[in-house]
């Protein structure tokens, strides 16, 4: 049941392959396969909320031998929130994509992305995970570079670069890993790494770890290609990318820190604790200088993940809990909102805000479906965002973290600056002469109002929400579960 | 050996490094594809050196007899290797676009209409 989440993808995309070029089959497709990648991670979600911690033995070859898949509650829930975001996607596709586009398979990259991303979180070997960076990769560089203008050519040329290096730094240090453990299975790891822990290398390890996954997830001093890159492709693939890539980036990055590095010298925690910091007041301020809808929604996405990873660093049950609970609202929230900045494109042609405003006045609806995202990212209460920040704050002060916590208020107001005035430059203000160009498109309209009562539903079940990523959190932080779960290997 | 290996593993890092550098989108790709040989090698030689002894079980013994050589980093490295040349195919297909998109190969320039 495990490989459902990537089985389904997989099938999708090589139906999608041999199906006809035509548009109505290629979405009726890539619609079923999303879907069903949201059903089959549901799947996954109910069994491992109810029976705990599920393996998966590839082939029945025993753990640190063979190719292992684990979801435990944070892997389960993220794999279900790309298949949220999967199939907001694959409705928006209805509204239309660029026929060369999706002549070249637009439709199948975007389910290996899926399929890419779902792997990531549910693999439970490092060199496997290796691969499912590069599966998401390769597909997320096609898509980035079927493009045009020279200006999406040198955007795709930088993040194709950009992630390279990251990968060949991961590999380096699988390579040393191996040498110094002989084994690259996560659980083993998580058992022998004390082992290792007195030699130095850990720390080399660790530091290569924290580059590379850094470089993924959009970390200060490594994120100046995230907003150099994804405001080009279109919004739909911009969505994908926003909602799901960085968080690859961000679950490794949680992942080896319950998992390995948990009882690292504080210094590495000092050391990720300074580059969220810096990440966030740096993403937020750079959002308050864009004039262009989607490049403040890049910094903006850079700068909440300084939020998750600084709330990591904390390292304590309630501050990883929020963070986990941040990612999920995130996730939701900045594909949404990309997905509005798809609508304003077609609305105006443009996401430069000199050509925006008047929305509130042209299109009522689509406005008042805008509101949700963009106000639960500025953290109004009762929205989702405020309670994740909320949660955030409580975590760095019953830590004793007061600067992190006076960090995390600030940034929150630059958020609501930034936020706010996006909303009243292109939804509030008097507006541009130029008149809508186009209608939103239904399929738009329906995605942003899915996604936006997704965010209302996470608001109002905050409490269960709360209580299921505080039992992801104490799974994380315990680890036995886990490594239990694998070396035993039941199935 | 081991030294050796390590020594040409760290020139292939600096030289692909320092070719990343460039403004030339081809010694880019060449920097790219020099960088990951050189983690290739570092692979191999950090998961252990023994030469000419397979990991097959002898005739007549049960196991296998050490010293043996470990063929996990070479299956990772095989890996590696596949990943490593479709990635390096595609960005040169991709630097091709850049050119006949941009009609230039520096890359300060591709961003900047002219």
Redesign the interface.
């Known amino acids: 049941m495990l490989v459902l989440p990537i089985l389904v993808p997989l099938t999708a995309a090589a139906v999608l392959m041999l199906a006809p070029k035509r548009a109505a089959p290629q979405r009726w497709i890539s619609l079923a396969g999303s879907v069903l990648l949201l059903a089959s991670a549901v799947l996954v979600f109910l069994r491992v909320n109810e029976a705990g911690v599920q393996v998966l033995q590839i082939s029945r070859w025993p753990a640190p031998f063979g190719i292992t898949l684990v979801a435990d509650l944070l892997a389960a829930v993220l794999v279900v929130a790309v298949g949220v975001v999967g199939t907001a996607i694959s409705v928006v596709a209805f509204s239309g994509v660029d026929p060369r586009r999706e002549a070249f398979g637009y439709h199948s990259l975007l389910q290996i992305l899926l399929m890419g991303v779902g792997g990531a979180f549910l693999t439970g070997d490092f060199?496997n995970l290796?691969?499912w960076f590069?599966v998401m990769l390769?597909a997320s560089?096609?898509l980035m570079?079927l493009n045009?203008?020279?200006?999406q050519?040198?955007?795709?040329?930088k993040y194709?670069?950009i992630n390279?290096?990251a990968?060949?730094i991961f590999?380096?240090a699988?390579?040393?890993l191996?040498?110094?453990t002989?084994t690259?299975n996560m659980a083993e790891l998580a058992r022998v790494w004390p082992t290792i822990s007195t030699s130095g290398v850990d720390t080399v390890l660790a530091v290569l770890f924290l580059i590379a996954f850094s470089i993924k997830a959009g970390l200060f001093p490594l994120f100046f290609w995230l907003p150099a890159s994804y405001h080009t492709p279109p919004a739909a693939i911009g969505a994908a990318f926003a909602g799901l890539l960085t968080k690859v980036g961000v679950y490794a990055l949680i992942r080896v820190f319950t998992l390995l590095f948990h009882s690292a010298s504080p210094a590495l925690f000092a050391l990720l604790l300074a580059m969220s910091a810096a990440t966030m007041v740096i993403g937020l301020v750079a959002s308050l200088n864009e004039r262009d809808f989607r490049r403040v929604l890049s910094f903006n996405l850079v700068g909440h993940i300084g939020y998750i990873t600084a709330s990591l660093s904390l390292f304590t049950p309630a501050a990883l809990a929020a963070a986990i609970f941040y990612v999920l609202h995130h996730i939701v929230v900045i594909t949404n909102l990309y997905l509005v900045s798809g609508v304003l494109l077609r609305l105006r042609r443009t996401t430069d805000m000199a050509g925006l405003g008047g929305m509130y006045r042209d299109q009522p609806l689509f406005s008042a479906l805008a509101m949700v995202p963009i106000f639960s990212l500025a953290g109004v209460p009762p929205l989702s965002g405020f309670l994740g920040k909320l949660a955030i704050l409580e975590g760095a002060f019953a830590a004793k973290a007061y600067w992190t916590g006076g960090l995390v208020l600030m940034v929150g107001l630059l958020t609501l600056l930034s936020m706010g005035r996006t909303w009243a430059a292109s939804f509030w203000g008097p507006g541009a002469e130029a008149r809508d160009l186009a209608a939103p498109g239904t399929p738009y309209l329906v995605a942003i109002a899915a996604l936006s009562l997704v965010t209302m539903a996470m608001t109002i079940g905050a409490g269960p929400l709360f209580e299921l990523t505080s039992r992801a959190a104490q799974q994380l932080l315990q680890r036995d579960e886990y490594v239990r779960a694998v070396l035993e290997g039941t199935r | 050996m081991e030294a050796l290996l390590a020594l040409a593993s760290g020139v292939l890092y600096a030289a692909g490094i320092y070719l990343m550098l460039r403004r030339r989108l081809a010694q880019l790709i060449i920097g790219l594809g020099l960088l990951s040989n050189g983690t290739n090698l570092l692979i191999v030689t950090a998961g252990g050196l023994t030469r000419a002894r397979p990991p097959v079980v002898p005739e007549g013994a049960a196991t296998l007899v050490q010293p043996y050589a470990d063929p996990v980093p070479q299956a990772l490295v095989l890996t590696a290797i596949v990943i490593g040349f479709g990635l390096t195919a595609f960005s040169l297909v991709l630097a091709h676009r850049v050119h006949t998109t941009a009609g230039t190969d520096d890359i300060d320039d591709v961003g900047r209409e002219r």
């Open positions: 060199f290796y691969v590069e390769v560089f096609v570079a045009r203008t020279r200006a050519m040198d955007a795709a040329f194709v670069t390279l290096i990968s060949s590999l380096t699988l390579g040393l191996y040498g110094a002989g690259l």
